[in-house]
């Protein structure tokens, strides 16, 4: 879907933000909001300022922004790009990445869009790389509590003009809300603060859901939407190995399991990628 009239994209208002969260959230979680025009990136901006309260920095544009191997995020005007800080013990940061991605594709299913998860921290939509997560912890001496980043980035702006000839280190060209939806082209005034405050609302959710929702059955609604389930993938180890297998999804703890010639392997780390040709040649294995 494309628009070629310019789109304009209303400032994000801080008011707008601190009034849905007192207005709708489901949380009632005690949430500090700050709002800066640009930064370096808001995920070091709140890891160098550690708090007892949980914090919201949401930004217009950053810097020096960065994703999975300290790879660059780039941005464009319209996209949303914010970070939550919040004290986590210890024992709940391992299967974090797991409730964030989840989290992301069901505000996805809220709004009518039909999100995959390809492990560990990218959202992908119609092929395309719709958003991506970076979890930060700056870890405390007292009782092991850490102070956890989540930063998220979603494209609200076209890509429209990216080929697979300008793809880097994705398999996945970037894709972004405009494109599949054309509200987001020019979007109503309050519409991308309700849309962060969405996801702040329901990854806090999950977060405080751990005392009754088992990592096991997380990893059973994440695996709902993984992109590799039962497909044929190629697992790139950090020595830069190729192994060939079939994804199985994650476990409990967020590792990504792979059937391969040798038995069952657990992923923890590297890239996993597609062993087709291209990703838009993969079969469906879910439901919109």
């Not at 849905?20 to 009632?28: A, E, K, L, V, Y």
């Not at 544009?61 to 790879?71: A, H, K, S, W, Y």
């Not at 956890?148 to 697979?164: E, H, M, Q, W, Y």
Request: with cysteine; net charge neutral.
């Amino acid at each position: 879907m494309h628009n070629t009239a310019p789109a304009y994209y209303p400032p994000i208002s801080l008011a707008h933000l601190k009034n849905w969260w007192s207005q709708n959230s489901r949380t009632h979680h005690p949430l500090a909001i700050k709002y800066i025009a640009s930064c370096e990136s808001t995920n070091s901006q709140l890891y160098r300022s550690p708090s007892h309260a949980t914090t919201l920095l949401v930004t217009e544009t950053q810097t020096q922004g960065r994703g999975q191997f300290e790879r660059e995020w780039q941005t464009r005007s319209g996209d949303l790009i914010f970070s939550l800080g919040v004290q986590l013990h210890s024992s709940k940061i391992q299967a974090l990445s797991i409730r964030v991605g989840l989290a992301l594709a069901q505000v996805c299913a809220h709004f009518g869009y039909a999100a995959q998860l390809k492990w560990p921290n990218d959202v992908i939509l119609n092929s395309g790389k719709l958003a991506g997560i970076l979890v930060q912890s700056n870890p405390s001496t007292q009782d092991q509590m850490n102070w956890v980043i989540i930063g998220v980035g979603v494209n609200i702006a076209s890509r429209a003009d990216l080929s697979p000839s300008k793809k880097t280190h994705s398999a996945f060209i970037p894709t972004s809300l405009s494109q599949v939806d054309a509200q987001w082209h020019n979007p109503k005034v309050g519409a991308r603060e309700a849309l962060i405050m969405h996801i702040i609302d329901e990854i806090l959710l999950h977060i405080d859901g751990e005392r009754t929702l088992s990592n096991e059955y997380l990893a059973t609604q994440w695996n709902q939407h993984d992109i590799w389930l039962h497909q044929p993938i190629i697992w790139i180890d950090l020595f830069g190995q190729k192994h060939h297998g079939t994804g199985l999804g994650i476990d409990a703890n967020g590792t990504y399991q792979m059937d391969s010639s040798r038995g069952q392997v657990a992923i923890y780390s590297g890239q996993i990628r597609s062993a087709q040709p291209d990703p838009s040649t993969r079969q469906p294995t879910h439901k919109p």
